[in-house]
């Protein structure tokens, strides 16, 4: 099948780290994306990893992907209340210029 | 200014009508397409389009038609709405040829309720 699996909701404290996951089924997929949804706005690009990857690291993101369990995660270090979104697990394949799309993990961060 | 926007941002119809959502963009991208969001299914592909007059069906095209006559703009038509289509719309664009890892660009959606 072509399911990317995220589980919906994900509760953090201020300050905690955040750690998104989602898993993929697709062992042919070429970049795996994760992108944000703030309220009552359009998807952005958050970040991506190429599939010979095995970790990103951008400021507070890192990314990192198990090819063998095909499992990818999002941590956000030091979660601000900036950070309280919907984030969408995407997986592109080298044959198919479609992007199969995670049902989104919507972030809520506690005082 | 937007680079790509959507019209209407919210609309409500009844079952049966005709409705046209129409998405600009100003990024001179080529590739254009149309996803609608339903809450716990994440973004589904409807239809989408590589170049002017180019046109390809996504996963849930069915109860859905699309034109692109420009490049900047690319418009879905529900011929007969059901109230089944009621949904979070959005458009998005890429480059083709562009960055290899084909970065898409988002309007902002269209809230779509048919009664």
């Known amino acids: 099948g072509e399911d990317v699996e995220q589980s919906l909701f994900l509760s953090v404290r201020e300050g905690d780290s955040s750690v998104i996951n989602c898993t993929y089924t697709?062992?042919?997929?070429?970049?795996l994306y994760w992108y944000k949804q703030e309220p009552g706005a359009g998807l952005q690009l958050l970040t991506y990893?190429?599939?010979n990857m095995d970790m990103k690291q951008d400021q507070r993101l890192t990314v990192l992907l198990n090819k063998k369990d095909k499992h990818l995660s999002l941590r956000i270090a030091d979660t601000q209340t900036g950070d309280s979104a919907i984030y969408f697990c995407?997986?592109?394949?080298?044959?198919?210029?479609?992007?199969?799309w995670g049902a989104g993990t919507k972030l809520i961060i506690k005082p | 200014d937007a680079d790509v926007t959507q019209t209407p941002r919210n609309r409500i119809t009844k079952t049966g009508k005709r409705i046209m959502l129409e998405c600009s963009q100003t990024?001179?991208?080529?590739?254009m397409y149309w996803y609608r969001q339903d809450p716990g299914l994440g973004l589904r592909l409807i239809y989408y389009?590589?170049?002017?007059?180019?046109?390809n069906k996504g996963e849930i095209s069915d109860g859905y038609s699309v034109s692109r006559q420009a490049q900047a703009k690319f418009s879905l038509s529900l011929e007969s709405a059901i109230p089944n289509q009621t949904a979070l719309y959005f458009c998005?664009?890429?480059?083709?040829?562009?960055?290899?890892?084909?970065?898409?660009?988002f309007g902002p959606g269209t809230r779509l309720t048919v009664l």
């Open positions: 697709d062992s042919s997929s070429t970049y």
């Open positions: 990024k001179g991208h080529d590739r």
């Open positions: 998005a664009t890429s480059e083709t040829g562009g960055r290899v890892y084909n970065e898409q660009f």
């Open positions: 990893i190429f599939s």
């Open positions: 995407a997986e592109k394949k080298d044959s198919n210029y479609q992007l199969i």
């Open positions: 389009s590589f170049d002017v007059k180019d046109i």
